[in-house]
């Protein structure tokens, strides 16, 4: 069986190309797009269960399966934040990352005693950050 030269190199090509090409395609955000946490500044303290209020600006909120320029629904990290790489990937389902795909705005967060951190990202339709990101500083609050 041979294979020639120009099979190899096609073949070299292809894989190439798929190497390089981004996993997920990131919808670009609008310039000064902003979200925060509108009721908790960093160092707040709280009893469990407490009301987490999103602000939005500069954007919308759609729901998780909606595609709309310039819109995205809510996360809420909790004691966690997410690397280079995972802010390219939709953000994980769990405890620590909270989706709020109805287009939510506020959320009643139940965490045990101690310090906690908080940060909000905004993320598309298929719940993959925006590039650049949209996201929140994280702030520290204390539940007593
Ligand atoms: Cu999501």
Redesign the pocket.
């Known amino acids: 069986m041979t294979i020639s030269i120009r099979t190899v190199l096609a073949l070299l090509a292809a894989f190439t190309v798929a190497s390089v090409a981004p996993a997920a395609a990131q919808t670009p955000s609008p310039a000064g797009a902003k979200v925060y946490i509108i009721n908790l500044k960093d160092g707040a303290e709280v009893t469990s269960p407490f009301l987490v209020q999103f602000g939005l600006s500069g954007m919308g909120v759609a729901p ?1 399966g909606v595609e709309k320029p310039n819109t995205g ?1 809510h ?1 809420l990290l909790i004691d966690t934040k997410l690397t280079a790489e995972q802010m390219k990937q ?2 994980p ?1 769990d405890d620590t990352h909270k ?3 109805g287009g939510q705005t506020e959320a009643m967060v139940t965490l045990p005693k101690g310090q906690h951190t908080l940060q909000l990202v905004l ?1 598309d339709w298929t ?1 993959i950050p925006h590039e650049p990101p949209v996201m929140s500083e994280p702030i520290t609050i204390t539940v007593r």
Do not use: R
């Open positions: 998780a629904h996360h939709p953000i389902a989706h709020f795909g993320a719940h």
